[in-house]
């Protein structure tokens, strides 16, 4: 999964591709490059971001996910809000991709229930501006287990197609660089929940403290790939349905390197 931000204020890459003829370039870049899904997004989750008005999420995303639905791209918007699901879905999206596992926006289940989309349900615990006080377990795998359960349980009793249902843990999500690491050690807990689970790990603030230079400063976000590919091959081998990344070179030959390894163990 390709991530195509067109917002003015990412962690990772704020702005570069915030107008629409150049996100679409960018995204075009990716699919030639191997992602399979395109995740466009309009508001950064970031921790500390503000939200943003549903009317400027849309004028963000809208004409990119329409133009690259056309062109037969599988496309997924990035959004916690259920009217900004339904204008993508009826655009051509067909992948809903909500950090906010309908705790932000309850209504988006039945708004997924309703086009028969791909759904993913992201674990958090608070708006982006205050999740990091939330950052507070005492067996991090398995309560987000259980509070995806809980949300997942929502979803299905709202109609969400269980066989269209991922789950994600939400790394950095109210978590810490242990909680991160925790989580990922312990995929093999989420996969026992029953569904397909997405990886989003791509340059986030744990790889770049375990990248810090000496003096301790963390690596920057674009120094952080590498290690993004590495986690990449890591959870792909452990059976992980799919990553979410920025950079889509490293992580595709990451993913072809875990299949092989796979199939000379199988």
Known sequence: ??????????????????????????????????????????????????????????DRVLPVVRELAAEGAVVSVDTVHAET????????AVFVNDVSGGLADPEIFATVAAHQACYVLGHWRGEPATMNELAVYDDVVAEVRAELARQVDAALAAGVDPGLLVVDPGLGFAKDSSHNWQLLAGIGTLQDMGYPVLIGASRKRFLGALLADRDG?????????????????????AGAWGVRVHEVLGSVDAVRVAAALKGRSA
Do not use: K
Not at 85 to 92: E, I, K, P, T, V
Not at 217 to 237: E, F, G, N
């Open 1 to 58: 999964m390709g991530i195509v931000n067109v917002t003015p204020d990412s962690f990772s890459d704020g702005g570069r591709w915030l107008q629409p003829e150049v996100a679409l370039a960018h995204a075009r870049v990716l699919r030639s490059q191997g992602a399979d899904v395109l995740d466009i997004g309009g508001e950064s989750t970031r921790p500390g971001a503000e939200r943003v008005p549903v009317e400027v999420e849309l």
């Open 85 to 92: 699901a339904d204008a993508c879905l009826r655009a051509g």
């Open 217 to 237: 400063t963390p690596a920057a976000p674009l120094a952080r790939d590498r290690a993004t590919a590495a986690v990449s091959a890591l959870v792909a081998a």
